[in-house]
């Protein structure tokens, strides 16, 4: 699993700093976390196919964190694209869409474009990794995505033959969590599976102020990926702006028990973006500044 950071600006882009996006790649599968204008270079920088994306999850509808979709859209179709893309977002995000494809004269020929708004709770499911989000504090609906591995079961194939279980098809099943007969007698997965190994987990707030949902889905997550527009120096300017400085975020970090912090969505008025990881430290070691263009690879649990 590698996160590559494309975009870490805050609401303004920056010679060094795009708009707000990160990507995912699991298992070949890309997935995308807001698509500020410009992303579709971002990824060509970044040697990342847009091609490849089937799922968009979008944090809200502020136009430094969505409006590179209308450009990405359209060079798809232009690449003639073949297969539906999918784009996940807060109430609203339907007729956002609509409107960002409908602008000037372009129509959208070779593909669809299947819009899902969310709110809180399980937003995706696939064979081996959920897409939930929860509610934030920034906008009306905005949204915080967590992307988390299902969890693995070891088999334990000599307990499996000790009780007569013969190898081949049999254990394939119970690896399947399928329960099997063997001469007259039932056995279910757990007779020979370990206890569950929770898989990686990485949590994108998008802009917010410091809030328990953020904790509560960030618990124990391998990377926390949370906005940090100010230092801890300018708190006062978060509390008409709805975002978090640099020791706010680290406190979610040390809160939730994550094992690292990546700030982004960093203002444009700090030039030297060190102070700000220095003052995130002085709460959660474990802090870091993204740049972009930035590949963080999270380990395997098992």
Known sequence: MDIIFLGTSGCIPTDKRGLSAVALEY???????????????????????????????????????????????????????????????????????????????FHLDNFKLVVHEVDSGLVYEGDRFTVSCVKTVHTKGSLAYCFEEKPHRKFDKPKALALGIPEGRFFSKLQRGESVEVDGKTFKPEDVLDEPIPGRKVVYTGDTRPTNNVVKLAEGADVLIHECMFSSEDEEKTRDAAHSTSKQAAQVAKDAGVKKLYLTHISQRYTEPEKLEAEAREIFPESYVAEDFQREKVGKHW
């Open 27 to 105: 298992l070949g599968e890309l997935f995308l976390f807001d698509c500020g204008e410009g992303t579709q270079r971002q990824m060509r920088h970044a040697d990342l196919n847009f091609m490849k994306l089937d799922h968009v999850f979008l944090t809200h509808l502020h136009a430094d964190h969505f409006l590179g979709l209308g450009g990405m859209i359209q060079s798809m179709d232009f690449l003639e694209r073949d297969r539906p893309l999918n784009v996940y977002g807060p109430l609203g995000v339907a007729e956002t869409m609509d409107s960002l494809i409908n602008l000037g004269t």
